[in-house]
């Protein structure tokens, strides 16, 4: 895998944050596809320059959200579930897309409506 992850060391954002959420996103655009089989979590820490415990953490919230499977020593894999998922989320988006531009929202405001949905979940 050559992932373009890279770690901002002055960010807010945990380290650990910031690889999942940077796997999720290559997940999300294609470039992990499914059934692609990432790094071990200590090959993609040397990568990083960061904690072996950092990596595994991302690792392991990937896999609570269901966006990749570990299966024992064969490795840690890009799962089909998070790709239904991502596209049933998708799919919610392009419909909610659609009813703002119709009841004619702007772009603040219809955004503003989907974050004060999620933080009510």
Do not use: C, W
């Not at 089989?37 to 200590?42: A, G, H, K, M």
């Not at 890009?78 to 659609?98: F, I």
Request: avoid cysteine; proline fraction near 4%; glycine fraction near 8%.
């Amino acid at each position: 895998m050559d992932a373009v992850i890279t770690i901002d060391t002055d960010s807010p954002v945990p380290p650990f944050e910031q690889v999942r959420t940077g796997l999720a996103r290559q997940m999300a655009d294609g470039t992990l596809p499914v059934g692609a089989r990432l790094p071990t979590v200590r090959a993609l820490a040397g990568e990083l320059g960061i904690a072996v415990n950092t990596v595994a953490r991302a690792y392991r919230e990937l896999e609570a959200a269901r966006l990749v499977e570990t299966r024992g020593r064969a490795g840690t894999f890009v799962s089909a579930g998070g790709s239904r998922r991502l596209e049933t989320a998708r799919a919610a988006a392009d419909r909610y897309a659609e009813t703002a531009h119709e009841l004619g929202l702007e772009l603040d405001e219809a955004l503003k409506i989907v974050r004060a949905a999620l933080d009510r979940r």
